[in-house]
């Protein structure tokens, strides 16, 4: 075997599980293998001024490469099991909590320390919340910030690459059982190890599905979040974030019965462009140096929808419509919520008029001729109830950039270990479909490096 341990992807899911195994087991030969660049070498080519949208680079630098998705991220790692994956269906509640708990540790230990740990529990929102029929999930989070998050990767990247081999820009094309492990194809050739720890988060989702299909590793896929990110005046949520930084509420919509819930909230953050598979939809990140800081904040307002038989591509029912956002605007839109109200779109003269500036250089267009009537319908019944406690979210000039979708992986059968029916073989991360978060991920990946050292 050329390897004890070959990990494929170095998001969270990956770094983390290599960590752990240095840690435990220095003697183990183990090689990450990454289709993204090393870190240093990962630069989205929009500069806002000469190139000002995705040109849809081969390996995406913002989804792909040493850190993960969450290199650019806002580094908002949450600690809790209420949202962010459901890892603890599989291990356990406690022990979930305890390695996202460790996982915070360690990014502490490599640069996060003197970071914020905000956390909502006994907090004075909560019964502010309920009593406008709003819920207010319990989480502990810390926000590292895109910027401190960027140090704790080099920090980790420094560490790693004295203890394992690392493969960037290798892709991996093939996995196949050989006896006593399996076998990783790429351009580079083939490598071969005994145990093999695929962790390659949502730009590998189709890759993880082709892999799953040739093993016959069962697979199902029922779950999509589609929605917008709305951006307003920091003032507004100011009470909110000051003492909670990030708020997870959910609201229950009285038209449908549908829950819609804020998500990745960034005060005084910006919105970016994010390209899934070359279709643009919009996320928003922040930085915790205060000279890197904006007037606004973005947080993304998502409707879960969930198919029965017979349709199963319920990421391809996102894809079409954040493809019809393209279509129309040529990548993000952006609508005023007044002009959202009056059934009109948002023209560039409305957007100049507005007293807020956009972080983001989307298309002024309407999101009504994008997004189903009965997501949108959610969205605005949530933003109604947002007002009241914080009063100014549903404002004229507040922003909705649409689409903002959350796409989950297909759901990947493994077992309590996050073994799949081949021995040996683990699948983690957001590329299994049990997490969608850097905590969970990371988690993730060390409870199977844990497991394999007991072994
Ligand atoms: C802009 C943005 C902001 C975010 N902000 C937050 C946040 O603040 N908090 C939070 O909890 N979550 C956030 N997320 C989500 C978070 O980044 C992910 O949940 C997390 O990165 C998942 O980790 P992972 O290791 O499972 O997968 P990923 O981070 O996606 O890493 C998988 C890696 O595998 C590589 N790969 C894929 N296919 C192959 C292959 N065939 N061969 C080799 N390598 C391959 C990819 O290039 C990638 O680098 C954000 C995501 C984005 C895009």
């Known amino acids: 075997m050329n390897y004890d341990v070959i990990i494929i992807g170095a998001g969270p899911g990956g770094i983390f599980a290599a960590y752990e195994l240095t840690q435990h087991r220095p003697d183990l030969k183990v090689a990450v293998f990454e289709a993204g ?40 790692y949450n600690i809790t099991n209420d949202f962010g994956g459901t890892l603890y269906e599989y291990i356990g509640k406690t022990q979930a909590l305890d390695l996202m708990h460790y996982v915070d540790e360690i990014n502490l230990k490599f640069g996060g320390e003197g970071t914020k740990l905000y956390s909502t529990t006994g907090t004075r929102f909560k019964t502010l919340c309920i009593q406008h029929d709003l819920h207010l999930l319990d989480a502990s989070v810390r926000h590292l910030g895109t910027d401190i998050n960027y140090v704790v990767l080099e920090n980790l990247y420094a560490h790693l690459r004295e203890r394992v081999a690392f493969f960037f820009d290798t892709p991996i094309e093939t996995v196949k059982i050989i006896p006593g492990g399996y076998a990783v194809r790429s351009k580079a050739g083939e490598y ?24 016959n590793i069962p697979t199902k896929s029922n779950r999509v979040d589609i929605g917008v990110r709305v951006e307003l005046p920091a003032t507004v949520f100011a009470h909110l974030t000051d003492e909670l930084y990030e708020s997870k509420i959910v609201y229950r919509t009285e038209t449908y019965g549908d829950k819609v819930r804020t ?52 990421n391809g029912y996102g894809e079409s419509i954040a493809r019809l956002s393209n279509m129309l605007g040529g990548g993000v839109i952006v609508q005023r919520f007044g002009d959202l109200r009056r059934g009109r779109r948002t023209t560039p003269g409305r957007m100049n008029s507005a007293f807020i500036t956009p972080t983001l250089n989307a298309t002024p267009g309407d999101l009504s001729l994008v997004l189903p009537k009965r997501i949108l319908d959610g969205i605005v019944e949530m933003i109604y109830a947002l007002d009241k406690v914080a009063p100014g979210t549903a404002n004229d000039d507040t922003l ?56």
């Open 192 to 215: 071969s190890c005994k145990k093999c720890i695929i962790s390659v988060g949502r730009s590998g989702s189709k890759w993880m599905g082709a892999v799953c299909e040739d093993l």
């Open 400 to 455: 909705l950039y649409g689409v903002e979708v959350k796409f989950y992986n297909m759901e990947v059968k493994v077992d309590e270990h996050l073994e799949t029916c081949y021995p040996g073989l683990y699948i983690i991360g957001d590329g299994s479909g049990i997490t969608h978060s850097l905590s969970h991920a990371s988690a993730s990946g060390v409870y199977v490096a844990r497991n394999i050292v007991k072994e």
């Open 37 to 76: 660049h090393a870190l240093e070498k990962r630069r989205c080519p929009i500069d806002g001024d000469k190139i000002k949208s995705c040109i849809g680079c081969k390996s995406c630098s913002i989804m792909s490469g040493f850190g993960g998705a969450g290199a650019f991220s806002d580094g908002k």
């Open 263 to 314: 998500f990745c909230m960034n005060p005084k953050g910006a919105v970016v462009n994010e390209n899934t598979n070359g279709i643009i939809t919009v996320n928003g990140h922040s930085y915790e140096d205060p000279s890197k800081q904006t007037e606004n904040t973005n947080f993304a307002l998502l409707v879960a929808q969930r198919f029965s038989e017979p349709f199963k591509d319920s």
